[in-house]
């Protein structure tokens, strides 16, 4: 959540401006041309008073705390939480907590809202809440999130590649499919390239409509693709307003880079999000401090461009040079990123490392295919469910009508780097 909003952002430009001239880089490029957005037709666009695009969080350790993020029209100046541990009584509610917002105005192509955040703390570990948000008149309905232990426990959490396009009419189903066959769903990882225009508020609505509830209930972790990246009045690609405005994350990145890099530890699990379309530099520097003081047993690692593209003429060899010896040395137990629209799998690296490049949404290109692939498909929008259980971790790659079409599990061992073992549905 961004609060003193244009001044720290006007900052910000200002810094990566300075920084991509003086380091000769510019923030990447290579990306199709964008059309501008339209109006939307969609009637439930605007805010009210009433709080909507409630979602999940973390911004700090997800054992003791909890942010969520929401929506209202600008009449809400002052914006409250309220939380209590979930209970079978109806009167469950009388012993909440009240917790003030931070409220940030946010300028879009729709108009003002104003979106308010707030992060519970001192929560117990592994423990059922409830929660609403509002002003203290008009609330949202109760929603219960579980926070995490506070130590390794085995748990399933969702992975979805590029949503992006005609999310509403496409996307939600793969969503709701994912949640209706796995409900244990413990958080959400986003590849990027949540939606195609990052400066539409009507493609913001249908992204939200898609994690509906579910978003309210159970947290994401997001890292910006380029297209979250539009173009300002300067033609420079910068990240898109709505995502600090929308979005409360870390701030354990580098600093101009607040809430796009950071890391989440989830009972024994490190998952780092990197911001593919600025600073890659610092983030190797900063990714090896992470990785050598990683305490976890696990490490995944989420970013957009991939390190090996499965789509044409996308290569990333400079990605590539920067990061996938950092991967290699700290043996990084999986990579999780989008952009070229294909579902692909590589054969394990000699560090152990497994790398899946994946889709969700309905654009789609033409694979190329190629040695380090081990599994592959073309025109398939994909979830992915990852189970997490001690010294064994299982990915299944399922289609949007929840079809297994992929599997793995790689297993820890003592000396030697992980052991990745096939579960490919019919043996192949
Ligand atoms: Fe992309």
Known sequence: MYHRFALRRAGMVAVILLASLALGLSVRSGVQGQSSPQPSPLPWIQPSLYPDRVILTWSGDPATTQSVTWRTDTSV?????????????????QNAQT?????????TDQGIAHYH??????????????????????????????????RPQPFTFLFLGDVQNDIRNACLRVVRQAFLSHPDIRFVVHAGDLVNHGESDAEWAEWFAMMGWMGASVPSILTPG??????????NRTLTPHWRAQFTLPENGIPPLKETNYYVDFQGVRIISLNTMEHEQWQARWLE?????????WTIVTFHFPIFSSAQGR????????????????????????????????????????????????????????PWMRRWAQDTQCYHIVHVNGDRLRFESYTAAGKLFDAFELRKRRTQVNQVIDHIPGGK
């Open 226 to 235: 380029n297209h979250d990246y539009p173009r300002d009045a300067e033609g």
């Open 289 to 297: 401090h992470v990785l050598e003081n990683n305490p976890n047993r």
């Open 77 to 93: 100046t002052r914006a409250f939480a309220q939380i209590v541990p979930a209970g079978g009584n109806p009167d469950f509610a």
């Open 117 to 150: 955040s707030v992060t519970f703390r001192h929560l117990k570990p592994n423990t059922l809440y409830a929660y609403r948000v509002g002003d203290g008149t008009h609330w949202s309905e109760w929603f219960h999130f579980r926070t995490a232990s506070d």
């Open 99 to 107: 917790v003030e917002a931070l409220t940030t105005r946010l300028q």
């Open 315 to 370: 290569d990333n060899p400079q990605l590539r040079a920067l990061w996938k010896p950092i991967f290699d040395r700290y043996r990084v137990d999986l990579v999780l990123s989008g952009h070229d629209h294909t579902y692909a799998r590589s054969v394990p690296q000699p560090s152990g490392t497994v790398y899946v490049n994946s889709v969700t949404g309905p654009k789609m290109y033409r694979l190329n295919q190629q």
